[in-house]
Structures are given as structure tokens and as C-alpha cells.
Nanobody, 122 residues
Framework: QVQLVESGGGLVQAGASLRLSCAASARTFGVYAAGWFRQAPGKEREFVAA????????SYADAVKGRFTISGDNAKKTVSLQMNSLKPEDTAVYYCAAGLDLATKSYRYSYWGQGTQVTVSS
């Protein structure tokens, strides 16, 4: 069982930066892949970024490429999402997830955090 707790959300203006963090309770978090997803009001949950705990390989949604960076620290059992040049359309609840493989589909992830709100004003 893996418990995930996100932090770092908030209200910022367009163009600003935020850093989200996800702390995991797993004994060996490095065996998992971790992903960030987001869900805006009235929309489906969508993939943002993911990282493999074993290889460090990453994957990004086209909408955030070049602006967001995912990173992981297996020793600290944390995954972070650095978000730069934020846009109003980035406004959503951001969720951290963990699964066995790096994937872009939410059903591939077995463990989820409670989410943290990110609001970007224009």
C-alpha cells in the first residue's frame, strides 16, 4: 500500500511559477513510476507528466512540454512538479499517482493522492 500526499498548490497570476510536491509512504518508492494528473471543473482527469522510479525516464503532455518539469528523489520518496509560465488554462486540481509502469493513462496507476488546487488568474 502506498499513500501519497501532495502539497504546494495555490493561487498565482499568469506567468508565475509553482512547485508541487508529492510525498510517498512506500518502503521502496523507487520501484514505482509516479505521475501527475489534473482535473479542471467539468472536465475529465488528464495526464500531465510522469517519471519512472527505476530509470528516471519522463513523459509529458503536449500542453505542458517546455513549461513543466517532473523530478523524483527515491531516497526522500518524493516527486515534484516544477510549473513555470503558468497559464489560466492550467487551473485544476493536481493529483499525484503511483503505479508499476510509466504511463499516460490514469487507469495504469493504482495509488492516488487527495489532490492540491492550482489556480492561475489572468
Amino acid at each position: 500500500q502506498v499513500q501519497l500526499v501532495e502539497s504546494g498548490g495555490g493561487l498565482v497570476q499568469a506567468g508565475a511559477s509553482l512547485r508541487l510536491s508529492c510525498a510517498a509512504s512506500a518502503r521502496t518508492f523507487g520501484v514505482y513510476a509516479a505521475g501527475w494528473f489534473r482535473q479542471a471543473p467539468g472536465k475529465e482527469r488528464e495526464f500531465v507528466a510522469a517519471i519512472s522510479g527505476s530509470s528516471g525516464a519522463t513523459s509529458y503532455a503536449d500542453a505542458v512540454k517546455g513549461r513543466f518539469t517532473i523530478s523524483g528523489d527515491n531516497a526522500k520518496k518524493t516527486v515534484s512538479l516544477q510549473m513555470n509560465s503558468l497559464k489560466p488554462e492550467d487551473t485544476a486540481v493536481y493529483y499525484c499517482a503511483a503505479g508499476l509502469d510509466l504511463a499516460t493513462k490514469s487507469y495504469r496507476y493504482s495509488y492516488w493522492g487527495q489532490g492540491t488546487q492550482v489556480t492561475v488568474s489572468s
